[in-house]
């Protein structure tokens, strides 16, 4: 049913193979004079490529890879990188045009017929190899002996493990890592960079700025630490907010903080649009409204970023009121995320 | 003898002699290869993987894939003091104090951009043209499987230099492990050694980089150009040309001389480039720090599509049970792109079981003469293309001053919407072109001629074709369809049910053809009636 009869398509044929066409002589191929003159032009092609070599050599040894020069189109480029280039360039190139023009010329273009075979084996040879492997096998004595086959199953089952085993060092597990950062209660917010505290009158309204929370003295902050707990200071007029009372405590005198890793893919969501409010992430154009919490209004990420609580402390200083309530970043299976 | 051909003589008979090489190096040296520009594209993809190894080779003299953290002191002076990862410095030392170093770096990366591009033209020429078809099965496998290692082996290219476009890339691919139910956050913990980014990650991803990965390529590609060799070239439909034989050039030394040339012609035109377009100047974006960003980030084409599926996809996680599953990230990052590739591997299976054509085929198709073929692969590009612009929204919202909004919702419909539009138009253009061909080889070929009879009628002089050209344009077949009834003449349901139902269904779309001129046709015409 499945198989297409090979015969119907004789039918469907209706001219004859008329066979190769002729050959046709090339100039190069008749005329003594053309020959020769693709035999200069092929060699001249080799020379620009030894010319370009000359230049690649030149340039390296004689022009300070400080030197930049002024061109047209590129602007000021610098002139040891570029003409290094160009002559690699004219090296490698001029001496495939030439090998080419040497055989579009000058080697024969007499096409050759070769004739395929099936891939399929002959029946013969099929049947001889699956009597040969039948054959092997029975030598093995593998079906006479079970009680080697299921043994040497377990050994190759189990011997897979210890390379996965090895790989268990590669990091630690990830525990309760993911949900927690390095704010506390009364942490104070401080520049990044600079590692200064900041009072709110240090901040305008419309200003923003990125913090992070103040680390005791001889604690290094590394690439880990801002990945999860850099955050955004935003302050706009406190009429502004559209928050409800709890949310509305988290702010201070305008001021509100977010979580700057973005709730959908990580990135830091840097974009800030004073005259909408809006935050905007420019890996994947999440956009998040200030003044709504950070609520989710354009975009793949599907929650608001993390709201910080913030307050000052005795001296003045912004301080955190509490921990992110939540686990920053992107999503992740053990995120409690109700 | 010359002297030469006494040396040459006696190296070939030193070899001959302990390795019996002649024999098959006499088959080897006349094999036959059919020429065409289209049969290159695969050609520029072994030269760049070439010169991709050459290149890669020299940056790993001076390239440090340390995380340790340095202080930049070198020529380029804004950088001057800052902290940074030693990968981040030895990068910007390869580029400002190494000579031609900045010049082996733009070449390694236009490499990797030549090399996917060729790689997916190539793998769009053989599908268009039906070359995956049996027995070369499996070299299309082997190519969806080097195309998707490619694509990694880019990603984790442009990720070394530890730049804050490339820490970028690496958070979002961190994200996407992390999206992974149940062992998501287990896998990052365990790649990254620990948080993200830690200190681990880029000189893992060096092993990687240039061993692992290009390792692997280099041993499937051995295996590609074997199988290559071995079923001997497909060719395309032409007078004197059959299933039966393969028509072309031999190797010595027509072939190897067009070769040869031809991959120096490859590495000339990369290495120009290095010199004059400026690609990845890392140095601009600074070292990377999680809690900066620039705007426009931008993954490399390869990777644009994935980035714009991302992009383009709804708002949607499901939280229960104090779990998180972020179908946002899910879908398009790692469930419709193993539908894509997996489809992509299977098709040539997939086109045999919808033809049930299950014989060799040495002869290329021409893409009008599979109509259904063509507007699969039309309709893939498509979705691909669409998502591969949304992938570059907010370029293309602040460079044509369109609202981004706009452009996310284009192409959350266009994705949906526009591949099946795709299908439908491809495969109307392909029977009106086969119609075209049926009136040429019918009719002649117009030649834009006008003459006045005596009667004053105006009539268009039509030129017969060549018996070369018509014999082109009818020796491919058109195959019937299937015949899968739905219920037998006594009305019992068929025992393949919806499964027989599906396939007569795709077999009669896949199937349908303009009738070519037949021979009784072709008869009738030379007996003159016009």
């Known amino acids: 049913m499945s198989e297409i009869n090979m015969e119907s398509n004789k039918e469907i044929a209706p001219l004859e193979d008329p066979g190769l066409p002729e050959h046709v002589h090339r100039k190069t191929d008749v005329d003594p004079l053309a020959a020769k003159k693709a035999e200069r032009q092929v060699s001249i092609l080799f020379s620009l490529s030894a010319v370009g070599t000359i230049l690649f050599v030149y340039s390296y040894v004689w022009i300070p890879d400080d030197t930049l020069i002024f061109l047209p189109i590129f602007g000021t480029t610098n002139a040891h990188q570029l003409l290094l280039g160009l002559g690699l360039a004219m090296a490698l190139f001029f001496i495939g045009m030439g090998a080419v023009h040497w055989a579009k010329t000058l080697m024969p273009d007499h096409e050759v017929v070769d004739y395929r075979k099936e891939q399929r084996s002959n029946n013969e040879d099929r049947e001889a190899f699956v009597a040969t492997v039948k054959d092997g096998a029975g030598q093995a004595g593998l079906g006479r002996r079970p009680l080697i086959k299921r043994t040497l199953a377990l050994a190759l089952g189990l011997v897979g493990v210890s390379p996965i085993l090895l790989l268990r060092d590669l990091g630690p597990l990830p525990e309760n890592d993911l949900n927690e950062t390095n704010w506390k209660a009364g942490t104070r917010l401080v520049t990044d960079p600079g590692d200064r505290p900041i009072r709110p009158s240090d901040l305008e309204v419309g200003g923003v700025a990125q913090v992070q929370p103040e680390f005791p003295a001889g604690k290094v902050r590394h690439l880990d630490d801002i990945a999860q707990d850099s955050v955004l200071l935003i302050r706009i007029r406190p009429e502004e907010f559209n928050l409800d009372a709890e949310r509305l405590s988290w702010t201070y005198e305008g001021i509100i903080a977010f979580s700057k890793i973005c709730s959908h893919m990580g990135c830091a969501v840097a974009l800030y649009e004073q005259t909408t409010k809006h935050l905007l992430c420019p890996c994947h154009q999440s956009t998040f409204d200030v003044t709504r919490a950070a609520k989710v209004i354009f975009g793949p990420a599907a929650r608001p970023l993390p709201q910080l609580a913030i307050t000052v402390d005795s001296e003045g200083y912004l301080v955190a009121k509490a921990p992110f309530n939540e686990a920053v970043g992107p999503s992740f299976w053990g995120r409690d995320s109700q | ?530």
């Open chain 2, 1 to 530: 003898m010359s002297a030469r051909e006494r040396v040459a003589g006696g190296t070939a008979n030193f070899i001959d002699e302990r390795t019996g090489a002649a024999k098959w190096m006499k088959k080897t040296l006349t094999k036959v290869f059919p020429d065409h520009w289209s049969f290159m594209l695969g050609e520029i993809v072994m030269y760049s993987f070439v010169i991709l190894l050459l290149s890669g080779t020299f940056l790993t003299f001076w390239f440090d894939p340390s995380m340790r953290e340095v202080e930049y002191e070198g020529s380029y002076e804004p950088l001057n003091g800052i902290k940074m990862s030693a990968a981040y410095a030895s990068a910007l030392h390869i580029s400002f104090d190494i000579r031609g170093g900045l010049l082996m770096r733009q070449i390694h990366h236009w490499a990797a951009l030549i090399f996917m591009a060729a790689m997916v033209v190539h793998m769009m020429r053989v599908f268009f043209t039906g070359a995956f078809r049996k027995p070369r099965e499996l070299n299309w496998i082997i190519g969806v499987a080097l195309l998707t290692l490619g694509i990694v082996e880019g990603f984790l290219g442009y990720s070394l230099p530890d730049d804050l476009l490339s820490g970028t890339g690496i958070r979002i691919a961190e994200a996407i492990i992390q999206a992974i139910p149940v062992v998501g956050s287990y896998l990052s913990y365990f790649i990254f050694g620990g948080a993200f980014p830690g200190e681990m990650f880029i000189q893992r991803i060096y092993a990687v980089h240039i061993l692992l990965v290009p390792g692997i390529m280099l041993a499937l590609i051995t295996a590609h150009l074997m199988l290559v060799w071995y079923q001997k070239h497909t060719q395309y439909p032409g007078p004197g040309r059959t299933e039966k034989n393969v028509v072309g050039y031999p190797l010595m030394p027509v072939y190897m001389a067009k070769a040869g040339g031809f991959f120096f012609i490859v590495f000339g035109v990369t290495a120009f480039l290095g010199a004059v377009a400026q690609i990845n100047p890392i140095w601009i974006y600074g070292p990377y720090n999680p809690g900066q960003i620039g705007a426009g980030s931008q993954p490399d084409w390869y990777m644009g599509w994935l980035d714009g599926l991302v992009r383009a996809a709804p708002p949607i996680e499901t939280h229960a049970f104090g779990v998180t599953i972020s179908w946002n990230i899910l879908i398009p990052g790692l469930i419709i792109p193993g539908i894509i590739f997996t489809l992509m591997a299977f098709y040539p299976f997939i086109e045999q079981w919808m033809t049930g054509d299950k014989r060799e085929h040495h002869v290329l198709d021409r893409p009008r003469n599979n109509p259904n073929r063509t507007a699969i692969g039309a309709m893939s590009l498509t979705f691909t293309m669409v998502a591969l612009i949304n992938g570059g929204n907010d370029l293309l919202a602040t460079h044509f001053d369109m609202s981004i909004n706009q452009i996310m919702w284009f192409s959350r419909i266009g994705l949906i919407a526009l591949p099946p539009l795709a299908f439908v138009i491809t495969k109307r253009i392909c029977l009106s072109l086969q119609r075209a061909d049926r009136e040429k080889v019918l009719h002649g070929r117009e030649t834009g001629r006008l003459v006045m009879l005596p009667h004053g009628e105006f009539i268009e002089v039509h030129e017969p074709l060549s018996p070369e050209k018509a014999y082109a344009l009818t020796a491919h077949e058109q195959l019937p369809p299937l015949e899968i009834s739905g219920a037998d003449s006594n009305g019992v349901a068929n025992p393949q049910g919806i499964k027989g139902k599906l396939r007569a269904r795709m077999s009669k779309a896949s199937q349908e053809q303009i009738q070519k001129p037949t021979a009784k046709e072709m008869l009738e015409l030379e007996d003159g009636h016009h």
